[in-house]
């Protein structure tokens, strides 16, 4: 691991010090801090494609991509035009806009959504959607899966319980227990659990929602028709089945997640929640659905929801912008970057000796530590965090900023070029040994 008074970092740490002293943590969301993995984050001062320049002047790869929104690579010229001329416009007006709409028919003509509403983030969009489920239905009960993450809304922090069918209890200090009594949480890819909580539960469920495949547990791909399970189970009882895509939309495919089942299977998701690459690095998301259910929402029905910056201009002219760019040619070059990057992880972790497990849904994918197949939040929690540690440290040294958890999956690029690429590749070998070093410490310990 990095000493504390690394040279290569010495900018960052007094920032990271300056910023602790005034903000909790000295970040403004826990993920990118390093308590996973030790030591303090890079401050980044520009990017540019696939490269992050941080304070101390460090060139890295970028594996995070703002957690999945830089589809595109960083800076991409068309993208910084339009939001250029958008921002010479104004920012906002509190109005209807032109944008707004282009999105909105972007976004209907490449899911299975009908009408769509704007939001600033992933975390209003799924609040939102559970809102518009519960006024459509009548229902109060909602059920998730544990692993699966959908923001910080009170009703979906929601600490996984051991048990099948398990009542939610809060699994955060300032969630009461009422905001979480009425969520029922059930292990992932667990469809005894799901036809057992509507069999005791049914007629009081408004809604299911999972993460279309889920991503922030690490990747976990939904188990063939999985997907196609739940929305017909919810349409059995008279819920609704909200996909969330906030993380896959526009990622995983072209049309998401969606686009590797239900544009196949025949089936569509009542609600559908999106974020991160339809932000194109700035803050929006949205939730749509079928028109029947969204036509319950203010001002066309009596569901409230509102927004002083929802389909903010610049917000959605750079969404707009990066939905045009992300063309077949574009998931092509990721899926491809994303297939060498994979095996040479793979390739070198197995030299090592160290246990791994490679798992992708669509051009999405992440390496978990633990000999065991994930199919659930369980089986994640088995891995060596101090090997994935280890092995973090050395590709930061190595100049690759991957993630810095074991549950987070590593994203790409169109930018991810031959270059970019090798200079991960390069990395794995010594990393892999790092990691392995770790495995033993652990083990001698
Ligand atoms: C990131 C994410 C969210 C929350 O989005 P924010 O914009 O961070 O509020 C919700 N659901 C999923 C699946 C996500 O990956």
Redesign the pocket.
């Known amino acids: 691991m990095s000493s504390p008074t690394s040279a290569v970092s010495a900018r960052s740490q007094a920032l990271f010090e300056r910023g602790s002293a005034v903000t909790p943590g000295g970040v403004n969301?826990p993920v990118r801090a390093f308590n996973a993995v030790g030591g303090t984050p890079r401050f980044i001062t520009s990017a540019r494609g696939a490269w992050l320049t941080d304070a101390d002047g460090n060139e890295l790869v970028d594996m995070i991509c703002s957690?999945?929104p830089m589809l595109l690579g960083h800076a991409h010229p068309e993208v910084l035009a339009a939001v250029n001329a958008a921002v010479a416009r104004g920012t906002s007006y509190g109005t209807p806009t032109v944008p707004e709409v282009e999105l909105a028919e972007e976004i209907v003509s490449r899911t299975p959504v009908e009408r769509v509403r704007f939001v600033s983030?992933?975390?209003?969009?799924?609040m939102s959607a559970i809102r518009l489920a519960r006024g459509f239905t009548g229902r109060d009960m909602i059920v998730k899966f544990a692993g699966?993450?959908?923001?910080?809304v009170d009703s979906l922090l929601v600490a996984a319980g051991s048990g099948l069918v398990t009542l939610g209890v809060p699994g955060t200090p300032g969630v009461p227990d009422s905001a979480t009594a009425l969520t029922l949480v059930l292990p992932y890819n667990d469809r005894a659990a799901v036809t057992q909580a509507f069999a005791e539960h049914g007629d009081r469920i408004a809604c299911l929602i999972t993460?279309a495949a889920p991503?922030?547990m690490g990747v976990v791909p939904p188990e063939p028709g999985f997907n196609q399970f739940l929305a017909e189970t919810c349409a059995a009882n008279g819920a609704l089945f909200i996909s969330?895509?906030?993380?896959?939309g526009f990622r995983a495919s072209r049309q998401g997640q969606w686009g590797l089942d239900g544009a196949v299977e025949g089936w569509r998701p009542d609600l559908v929640?999106f974020?991160?690459v339809m932000g194109g690095g700035f803050?929006a998301?949205a939730f749509g659905g079928r028109a029947d259910v969204m036509a319950h929402l203010a001002p066309q029905g009596g569901v409230y929801q509102a927004g002083t910056l929802s389909g903010n201009p610049i917000a959605t002219t750079a969404g707009l912008t990066t939905l045009r760019l992300a063309t077949d040619e574009v998931y092509a070059h990721i899926s491809a970057a994303g297939e060498v990057i994979k095996a040479g992880a793979a390739a070198a972790l197995t030299a090592a000796g160290v246990p791994h497990r490679v798992q992708s849904a669509g051009t999405m994918f992440s390496v978990f530590f633990t000999e065991n197949e994930v199919r659930d939040f369980d089986d994640a929690g088995t891995q060596h965090v101090a090997a994935h540690a280890a092995f973090f440290h050395s590709m930061l040294d190595a100049g690759v900023h991957l993630p810095p958890s074991a549950y987070e999956a590593w994203f790409l690029s169109a930018a991810h070029d031959d270059h970019a690429v090798q200079t991960v590749l390069d990395a794995f070998g010594p990393a892999a040994e790092a990691a392995a070093r770790a495995l033993d410490g652990a083990a001698t310990a």
Do not use: R
């Open positions: 969301s957690w999945g983030s992933g975390t209003e969009a799924t699966c993450y959908h923001g910080h993460e991503g922030n969330d895509e906030v993380m896959t929640t974020g991160k803050p998301a």
